[in-house]
């Protein structure tokens, strides 16, 4: 199985920590949480992964180049221009579908989670689709899904917002809304899509993932007993090391 981490953020929220070092290479209790998430993803079967790059790259490449995970990973540099989400994932197809065309496992580097990866990926093999991996954890943003679970719409709690914008006159009872967990599933034929609907530049995943001319599917998927984390803002951060402690690391997978 393959994924790619999208490690590229300026990390303004950690600052003065990013000032001299990426938001990658941060450290949880003495760990720089992109090796938590390579070695996350390699407890679990994934022997392929992309890491995109942008502030500070050299020390990113660096650390990388020290290390021996056990798994091939290749760089997807964006130096030039910080493409955001979206637009880093575009331009790392190449590397990600270099061998085969099969989906693909998208993990932000600030989320630490006891995630079944697995089930992620053999739900969107099952789906033929993309699939989000999300929560009911407090959120002031939420996705909003059908009984089905297929992916409507988003939602903006603090100021009630809606995208689409309609959506309360076809909104039914039993739609759901969840947490996105920065962790998803998507198919080679949704990023192709995403590509060709939203081009080459810097744009966040999620305006694919709401965009009204999508034709691919995108369900969602709510692990029972999820536990998540995103570590990128001082006070999650000191609050992950707190649990790494009291868990003896078993919190995360």
Known sequence: MKAMILAAGLGTRLKPLTDRIPKALVEVEGVPMLERVILSLKRQGFNR??????????????????????????????TGELLDTGGGIVKAMPLIFKDDNSPVLIHNVDILSNADLRNVMKESEKSEGSVLLVSDRDSSRKLIFDSAMELKGWHDLKNGRYRPEEYESFQEE????????????MSYEAIEEMKNLLGTGRYSVMEYFLNSGRKENIKG??????????????ATLAQASELLKDSNLDFFN
């Open 49 to 78: 992964i992309v890491v995109n790059t942008y502030h500070f790259p050299e020390q990113i490449k660096d650390f990388l180049s020290s290390k021996d995970f056990g798994v091939s990973i290749d760089i997807s540099d964006e």
């Open 174 to 185: 039993s739609d759901n809304e969840y947490a996105f967990s920065g962790i998803y599933a």
């Open 221 to 234: 998927f709510l692990q029972s007993g999820l536990k998540l984390i995103d570590i990128g803002k001082p």
